[in-house]
């Protein structure tokens, strides 16, 4: 079956992470099977890993599928797939607490790498980033109405969302 997957152009098997994979395809991603890594990765590497899927998702058919051994989603990053808990009464392994659908489609946030890891950052930049932090109050208005998210979510987008670079 691999073979045939694969003469077909359906399946590319890569050997590496599986953020090297994402990097490495050029064809729309349709459904990402994830399984249960992310019970081992922090917060800040699932969301490095749902950055780099989600900009090589298909924006409509695009899926998120993962297995957990917890019984709620786990992390902040998942959450903020807005997934639905599937029915899993046919998982043959039966070792999992609860499977989880995210559609990208239904998403209420851009994921973006949220954390500056250029530790250099010269004296212009650190200073029209807190330029940035304390005029936010006269500028949010102005960013919250670009934003499809509302409550907490909408205030957190609108303050980050010009600060991810850093300048």
Not at 33 to 58: F, V
Request: proline share 4%; charged share 25%.
């Amino acid at each position: 079956m691999l073979s045939i997957l694969q003469q077909l152009g359906k399946l590319k098997l890569v050997h590496g992470t599986i953020l090297d994979a994402i990097q490495k395809t050029d064809t729309p991603i349709t459904v990402a099977s994830l399984l249960d890594h992310m019970d081992w990765m922090t917060d800040r590497m699932i969301n490095e890993e749902l950055h780099t899927l989600i900009k090589k998702m298909d924006p409509i058919q695009g899926k998120i599928f993962w297995r957990t051994f917890a019984d709620d989603v786990h992390s902040a990053p998942l959450n903020w797939l807005a997934a639905e808990r599937v029915d899993d009464v046919d998982d043959r392994v039966g070792m999992y607490w609860t499977t989880w659908l995210a559609h990208i489609k239904d998403c209420p946030i851009a994921f973006e790498n949220r954390v500056d890891t250029n530790q250099n950052a010269g004296a212009v930049t650190k200073f029209l980033t807190g330029l940035k932090m304390v005029t936010f109050p006269f500028w949010k208005p102005l960013v919250a109405s670009t934003l499809k998210v509302s409550g907490h979510a909408k205030d957190m987008e609108s303050f980050y969302k010009y600060q991810k670079e850093g300048t």
